[in-house]
């Protein structure tokens, strides 16, 4: 894959990647990769923001709606078919669209997972039945307590990135900071970074009218079709967790509203947090003009030897 290119666009939700990635896929005639966690999902479109129809037909998208919510489906998983994937998109293109706003999916793709011993799957049940049964306070405790570092780096609001943590440091007596930061092996390919960027009041003003178009366009409805998979990990996700407890009666359907919202804007800190980690990312912002986009991606190759 000599002198391929692969352009990750990342930023935080509702900021616009899509529609960028669409207009860099029409410019070099290529195709998009999806890395965002939830748009794998047939059954959850609108609370995923799901690329529409129209989107679809201007570029081949893949790895949009190609699981189901009852298939188990591992960022591993993921990077083991997106590299597959790559394999036959760069036979065609030199250039590929990778796009989405989860982090750790981008990364498996660009850089490659850290790697961790097998662990028994019992502990896993034991940890998942801990929350089931008491929430996340223990679990936070617990890994504060076996691994003070990457408790300190972690989403602490993620069941999943916490049991995950922990069942390494139970299974194996070692922190789970330990596993992490290995050498990789590199990629066959150039991997470059655009972030989209935008002042908090303008990326908060999008979350609140994206969410707003959501409930319009029937999330609610979709919200009560997948009630009753509700425990499944692909389900704990914003959108659709704030209107399970309204379901439930804890909440009135105006302060589930604002939930998804605020929990929105909290998601979007973190994926922040994770992107700005990256130094080499070319940062532009939301309304930046498309030609001079392009201008920085073509002039970023030519400075590193790629034409």
């Known amino acids: ?114 790697v961790f ?15 089931s049964e008491y929430g996340l306070g223990p679990l936070q405790s617990r890994l504060q307590e076996l691994d003070p570092e990457h408790y300190k780096k972690i989403d602490r609001e993620n069941p999943h990135r916490l049991i995950r943590a922990l069942e390494v440091c139970m299974g194996t007596g070692k922190p789970y900071s330990s596993f992490l930061g290995a050498k990789k092996e590199q990629r066959p390919f150039r991997a470059i970074t655009l972030g989209i960027r935008a002042d908090r009041v303008v990326v908060y003003t999008r979350i609140d009218q994206r969410v707003d178009q959501m409930m319009a366009n029937g999330l609610l409805e979709e919200a009560r079709s997948l009630e009753k998979h509700k425990g499944l990990n692909a389900l704990q996700t914003v959108g659709y967790k704030e209107l399970f407890s309204y379901f439930e009666g804890q909440c009135d359907l105006e302060f589930a509203v604002s939930e998804i919202k605020k929990n929105s804007r909290r998601f979007a800190k973190r994926q922040l947090t994770w992107f700005k980690k990256n130094e080499d990312t070319i940062w532009v912002d939301y309304d930046a003009d498309i030609k001079a986009i392009i201008s920085q991606v073509e002039t970023r190759l030519k400075l590193e030897g790629y034409e």
């Open 117 to 131: 011993p097998n662990i028994d799957p019992n502990i896993r049940n034991e940890l998942n039945n801990v929350l």
């Open 1 to 114: 894959m000599a002198g391929k290119t692969l352009i990750s666009i990342v930023g935080p939700t509702g900021i616009g990647k899509t529609n960028l990635a669409i207009r860099l896929a029409e410019h070099w005639g290529t195709e998009i990769v999806s890395a965002d966690s939830r748009q794998f999902y047939k059954e959850m479109s609108i609370g995923t923001a799901v690329p529409s129809v129209s989107d679809l037909h201007r570029v081949k998208h893949h790895f949009i709606q190609h699981k189901s919510i009852l298939d188990p489906y591992s960022v591993g998983d993921f990077e083991r078919d997106a590299l597959a994937l790559l394999d036959v998109l760069f036979a065609k293109h030199r250039t590929v669209i990778l796009v989405g706003g989860s982090g750790l999916y981008v990364d498996a793709v660009n850089k490659g997972l850290d």
